[in-house]
């Protein structure tokens, strides 16, 4: 945990092309602190050339017999050593991100070492992985054995920048793949950081390449490149539905981190202090712009009024501001584009009808003034089919729902185009088990929220997404899998036999 803000070291602003550090050939653009509107740092944007150039550096760097033929224990020690670079630079990278996104310096420190964390976890996956020897069903021995794609392009949206590097860098590398990465137009500046770490740890040229610009121009070539062989995207179901319709077209393996509108349920047997702190952690912590941001709160009619007068009572009293305060829980959100649109949402659910039972407004004051800040917001009184139930806000906003009956429950909550998270809150085990199985959702979270581990794979069904990440299985979702049959007959094969 960061208690207050390091001094940050130069911001690297060039892009990360071929194993070289320069500057984008696109326009030049400002990176903005969401908390006082300041420019952190101004970099130019990669054209369509920079990508190319990139894909060609990283289609050579993979091939070359140096990565190729490295073996897994060396390619391992590669990683550890990214893995220690980022942690002896946490507090650097948390003011660096606090000051791109907005966040706290605890939440920016925590990603900080959630990615060094990865990179560790997927080096002991790789050092232990094993090829199969599978059972043959005749005189040959078969066997099952992984091999790098190639080139994988990595696309990740804003929220959590140097952790969903991570997740997508330290497995295609541990496969054998180069990366290029397109990090969000609005936080860059970490990604950058993570290309000078993982280029000091001693990664060979041109396998990582960290390109700096718009998703409609770098992203567009990423996915179409036919020497890009796998694409791993994050980011929401729009821009994810377009990124694996052009991925289909060349058969590429794509994983999609998609949007969420997830169901967080209390039951009437709940501790409500405990489910009070988890359906706010999960919806207003990283101030709302989480995929897996719980923000549709369906209570249990028994305990409604006496649920929602402690969670707004609570919710009133969380403190907003700066994320380099180190007593804020809500910072600014990432952009001031950004949370106007979250205000446009609550607008529209206000107009549908809804009661506003906290928030609505971005705070008052000379603290707030400059910054993209949004008061934590609780609706209700609006159906699961109306809108504010059923978009995705990426804000800190709930809307919430009474309910009576458990088979309407589980209707209403499985009734959205999402499914990529749950909460539950009951002290009855057999009863979580019921509703854990019935939700369609990629992750349950049962008397907790959003809670994460390296070894439990993580994704989405329905509109958030398909594939997962984490786990065992990560390394070899960056792989193709190939057979090997090995004859151990003496004699000719049967059916050639002739009178000759
Ligand atoms: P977004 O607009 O879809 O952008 C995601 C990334 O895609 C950005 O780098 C963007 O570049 C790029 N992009 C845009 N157009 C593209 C194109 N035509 N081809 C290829 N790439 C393109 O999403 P966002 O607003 O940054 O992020 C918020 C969304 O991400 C939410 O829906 C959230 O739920 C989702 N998310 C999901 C997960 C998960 O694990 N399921 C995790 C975090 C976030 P630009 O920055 O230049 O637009």
Redesign the pocket.
Known sequence: MIASAAPMATIETRAFIAGTFRHGAGAAVDSINPADGSVVATLHHCTAEDAQEAIAAGKAAAEAPAWRDMLPHNRARILHHIADGIEAQIAEIAALQTADTGKTLAETGALAQSASGTFRYVAAALETMDEALTTPRGPYLTMSIHEPIGVVAA??????PIA?DAQKIAPALAGGNAVVL??????PLVSLKLAQICADAGLPAGLLSVLP????????V??RHPDVGRIA????????R??AA?AAVKFMPAS?????KSPTIVFEDADIEQAVAGVMYGVFSSTG?????GSRLFVARAIYDRFMARLVECTQALRVGPGTDAATQVAPMVHHS?RDSVAAHVAGALADGATLLCGGRAPEGPLYDKGAYYLPTILEGLPNSATICQE?V?GPVLVALPFEDEADLIAQANDSVFG?ACGLWTADYRRAWRFARAIKA?TVWINTYKQFSSSTP???VKD??MGR?KGRDWIRSYMHQKALYWGMDEAPLAWAKTQA
Not at 155 to 160: D, F
């Open positions: 696309i990740n949206p804003w929220n959590s969903s397109k990090p969000a137009e609005w936080t610009g718009r998703g409609s121009v770098i992203g567009d990423l996915v995207f994050t980011g929401g179901t729009v821009t994810g377009r990124v052009a999609l981190e998609l949007g969420g712009q989480s995929c897996i941001a950004h995705e990426f990529l990629g993580f994704g989405g958030s997404g990440e």
